[in-house]
């Protein structure tokens, strides 16, 4: 059974940080691809970060470039997102989920049905 966790949210101040983790079971890890996304409330749920555990390849969405970082930790089989200097915008659910087959591009990361599972979330709040 394919498996995605995510834990670490939290509420926090603006300017603080947060790691996420996104803990995987059952399938191949290092032939995968993960991508953070997140859902705020009224929007659509948007690419993050991507990473490539086949190639490396690593890709963040323009509005967190700079502050946050994905990780990937093989023997773990977990994914990580490192998040600084968080500030409102960035209240959302987070999301994991895995990406089967070549690696994604620069052009098509970000786009949802790339990815077939996906863990269930994690709240991420940022007051001001």
């Known amino acids: 059974e394919v498996r995605l966790v995510e834990s670490g949210g939290a509420l926090v101040q603006a300017g603080e940080s947060l790691r996420l983790s996104c803990v995987t079971s059952?399938?191949?890890?290092?032939?995968?691809?993960i991508g953070w996304f997140r859902q705020a409330p009224g929007k659509e749920r948007e690419g993050v970060s991507y990473?490539?555990?086949?190639?490396?390849?690593?890709y963040y969405a323009n509005s967190v470039k700079g502050r946050f970082t994905i990780s990937s930790d093989s023997a773990k089989r977990t994914v990580y997102l490192q998040m600084n200097d968080l500030n409102p915008d960035d209240t959302a659910v987070y999301y994991c989920a895995s990406s089967w087959g070549p690696p994604l591009y620069e052009n098509n990361w970000s786009r949802m049905g790339g990815y077939d599972y996906w863990g269930r979330g994690t709240q991420v709040t940022v007051s001001s």
């Open positions: 059952g399938f191949a890890f290092d032939d995968y691809g």
């Open positions: 990473l490539s555990n086949a190639d490396g390849a690593i």
